[in-house]
């Protein structure tokens, strides 16, 4: 639910500055407030994309380990810590795609799979290792202890990771590239909020 509404006022917001900030679904002080806090978002996302993309996913992956467990804990901090690296990572993963896949060679149906199945196959598994290792650092785990996990729960964790994160991929290619890394710290509030209700059963 908290994810829908995020995503609704995004697109709000994206369709109000699309239409001169005439359209809003909200009143008009708070369609003029939000318009005013996404332009200034998109202002600091413009100027130092890295830090904002970071703070945003430190926020929002906190905040989704705060739904999930239904308290602030010490592992809010540690969800926060691994948003940023999170963010990073894709963000990093963003350029490379873009460096492999042009836009134009992205055009084709043949360019779009291609592009698609690349991201799938590597950047889940990724994204599942760098999560299991970087929570395994921050909760100090013995690195032994870590070892053991990736091998005995990895592909436990990719299966459902590529369940819910495929068609979210492929709907990332109808967001702007400047947007991507934030759309995908988004979405990851849902996920996070799964994992930590997984984690903690």
């Known amino acids: 639910g908290i994810l829908c509404i995020v995503c609704f006022i995004l697109a709000s917001a994206q369709i109000a500055e699309r239409h001169g900030g005439m359209w809003s679904p909200l009143p008009p002080h708070f369609a003029y407030l939000l318009a005013r806090a996404w332009y200034a978002y998109k202002g600091s996302l413009k100027r130092n994309p890295r830090l904002t993309s970071s703070i945003t996913g430190a926020v929002l992956s906190a905040l989704g380990n705060r739904i999930g467990s239904g308290s602030f804990g010490p592992q809010t901090l540690n969800w926060a810590l691994w948003g940023v690296v999170a963010s990073n990572i894709s963000r990093a993963w963003i350029v490379v795609l873009e460096i492999g896949f042009p836009p134009a ?26 999560f299991m290792v970087t929570h395994g650092l921050l909760n100090s785990s013995p690195v032994d202890e870590i070892t053991r996990g990736i091998r005995s729960k990895f592909w436990d964790g990719c299966v ?9 991929i492929m709907a990332s290619q109808l967001v702007p590239l400047e947007m991507r890394t934030v759309y995908f710290s988004v979405c990851a509030l849902g996920w996070n909020v799964l994992q930590t209700m997984l984690s903690s059963q």
Do not use: E, N, T
């Open 105 to 130: 060679a992205s055009k084709s149906v043949k360019g779009m799979l291609s592009k698609f199945m690349v991201d799938i196959v590597v950047s889940i598994p990724l994204g599942q290792l760098a």
């Open 160 to 168: 459902p990771g590529w369940q819910f994160w495929s068609p979210l």
